[in-house]
C-alpha cells in the first residue's frame, strides 16, 4: 500500500528537542525554542541579529567560525564538535553543534543544530580531577596501595612500589601478586582471612625485593565483589615495617639478655628454669642445675679497674659457651655469679660437666688488657632438680648451698 509523503512543516523545528540555529553572514538569523532556552535567552529579539562571536568563547571561535564559513560557501556538512558559549544569562555552556549548508536563493547560510553537553563536561572535570587527585595521592603515597584480581594477577600499584621492592609499577602490573612473596605459600593465609572476613588490618608478611632481600610487611586490605557478588579479588595497602620488626627483635633480645655478656638475664633465666621444672613435673627428661662464680674476683676489678673485669666476665661466658649443648642455657644472676642450665642430664653427666668447665677456666689466661692475663678459677654448686620443687628458687637455694660448700672447702672446686 502506497502512502502519500507528509509534507515537512517548518513549525516542527519548534517542537524538535535539540537546538536548532540559521546563520546568514555570521549572524544568527533563526533559533528555535531548544536553541533559545540553552543559551539562556527568554525571547528571539535577544539573539537575532546578533553575531555569534558575541556567544562563542574565544578559545574556541577560530574553530568555529571555519566551520561556519565552511557551510556558508556551500561546502560540505561538518562533523559534531564541542565548543563553549557564553549563554545570555553570563553562564557558561558546552555545546556540541553539527552544521550543513542550507541554500536560500541566491544566499547561503550554515543550519546548525546542538544539544547541551554542560551537564557530561561538568562529570568529565570531575573525573578528571577525582582522576588527578587519586593519582597525586598515589604519587605522594608512602605505602603501597595495590588492587589483584579475582585470580591474583596485579592489575594496579602506586609507584611508591619502586622505593619498597625495587620494581617499577609497570614491571609488576600483570604479574601474580604470589610471585613477590619468598614462598607464595605463604600468601594463602592471607587470602583465606581475607574470604573468610572479607578484610584484614596489619595482617603479617613477607616480600622479596628485587635485590632478593626479604623484608617485612604489614598488609591491610579488602575483598571486592562484581555485580553478581562473586569474588573478584582484593586491594588495599601494606607497608614496609622491616625496621620495625627489627626494632621489636632487639627490644625482645634487649629485655631477655644480659647487657654485658650476651646471654639470659635475672628475670629471663628464672622464667626459664620455671618452665623447664614444669616440664620435669610433667614426666620430662632429668634436670640438673649449676650455680657457677668466679673466685676472689674482686681482686680483679679492685687491682684493674671495673673495664678489665668486664673483659674478664665475657670472656668467662665465651669459654663456659664452649662446653656447652646446643640444649643448654646460660645465664647471668648477677655480678660474677651464673647458673647452667642443664636439660636431659642426670646428676652424674652435669657434674662431668662441672669438672670439665672447672677445668677450662682453670688453664685459661683471662686478658684484661694489651700485654696483661690473669690466672682465674671458679667454684660451682651442682644440684638435680626434683619433681617436689615448684619454683626456680627451691633448685636456686640447694645450689647456692652446694657453692657455700665449694668454696668453703677451699674453692675452684665443685659442690653437691
Not at 557564553?86 to 547561503?108: F, I, K
Not at 593465609?189 to 574470604?195: K, Q, S, T, W
Not at 595482617?203 to 557478588?229: H, N, V
Amino acid at each position: 500500500m502506497n502512502e502519500e509523503p507528509i509534507a515537512a512543516d517548518p513549525r516542527w523545528l519548534e517542537q524538535l528537542p535539540a537546538g536548532v540555529i540559521l546563520i546568514v553572514d555570521e549572524r544568527l538569523r533563526y533559533a528555535n525554542a531548544e536553541a533559545l532556552r540553552l543559551i539562556r535567552a527568554s525571547a528571539l529579539h535577544e539573539v537575532l541579529g546578533r553575531s555569534v562571536q558575541d556567544f562563542i568563547h574565544p578559545l574556541d571561535l577560530a574553530r568555529v567560525l571555519v566551520r561556519i564559513r565552511r557551510a556558508e560557501r556551500g561546502e560540505a556538512g561538518n562533523p559534531p564538535t564541542e565548543f563553549r558559549v557564553h549563554a545570555c544569562d553570563g553562564s557558561l555552556r558546552v555545546l556540541a553543534m553539527t552544521s550543513t549548508p542550507l541554500r536560500m536563493g541566491e544566499t547561503w547560510g550554515a543550519l546548525a543544530s546542538f544539544m547541551d553537553l554542560s551537564a557530561r563536561a561538568e562529570m568529565d572535570a570531575r573525573l578528571r580531577e577525582t582522576d588527578d587527585n587519586f593519582q597525586r595521592m598515589m604519587n605522594t603515597m608512602q605505602d603501597v596501595f595495590y588492587r589483584t584480581d579475582a585470580d591474583g594477577i596485579t592489575r594496579y600499584v602506586c609507584p611508591a612500589v619502586k622505593n619498597v621492592l625495587g620494581y617499577s609499577a609497570e614491571e609488576i602490573v600483570g604479574l601474580p601478586a604470589a610471585m613477590f612473596y619468598p614462598d607464595p605459600v605463604e600468601r594463602e593465609p592471607l587470602l583465606a582471612a581475607i574470604r573468610r572476613d572479607g578484610f584484614v588490618h596489619d595482617f603479617p608478611g613477607r616480600m622479596r625485593r628485587k635485590d632478593g632481600r626479604i623484608i617485612d610487611i604489614a598488609i591491610s586490605t579488602q575483598i571486592l565483589r562484581d555485580e553478581q557478588g562473586n569474588y573478584a579479588g582484593v586491594e588495599g595497602i601494606w607497608r614496609d615495617i622491616t625496621e620495625r620488626k627489627r626494632m621489636e627483635r632487639e627490644l625482645a633480645r634487649l629485655a631477655t639478655r644480659d647487657d654485658l655478656t650476651g646471654i639470659l638475664n635475672r628475670r629471663a633465666l628464672l622464667e626459664y628454669l620455671d618452665a623447664a621444672l614444669q616440664r620435669l613435673r610433667r614426666g620430662g627428661p632429668p634436670l640438673s642445675v649449676l650455680l657457677l662464680d668466679l673466685d676472689h674476683f674482686k681482686r680483679v676489678n679492685d687491682t684493674w679497674g671495673h673495664g678489665a673485669g668486664d673483659a674478664a666476665l665475657r670472656q668467662f661466658v665465651a669459654l663456659i659457651q664452649t662446653q656447652l649443648r646446643e640444649i643448654d642455657q646460660l645465664g647471668r644472676l648477677g655480678g660474677e655469679e651464673f647458673v647452667l642450665v642443664l636439660e636431659q642430664s642426670d646428676h652424674e653427666s652435669a657434674r662431668a660437666v662441672a669438672e670439665r668447665i672447672r677445668r677450662v677456666v682453670q688453664d685459661t689466661p683471662f686478658v684484661i688488657d694489651a700485654g696483661h692475663a690473669v690466672q682465674l678459677t671458679a667454684s660451682l654448686g651442682l644440684t638435680a632438680a626434683r619433681v617436689a620443687d615448684r619454683r626456680a628458687s627451691d633448685v636456686l637455694e640447694r645450689a647456692d648451698r652446694a657453692l657455700y660448700r665449694a668454696k668453703a672447702d677451699g674453692r675452684n672446686r665443685v659442690g653437691e
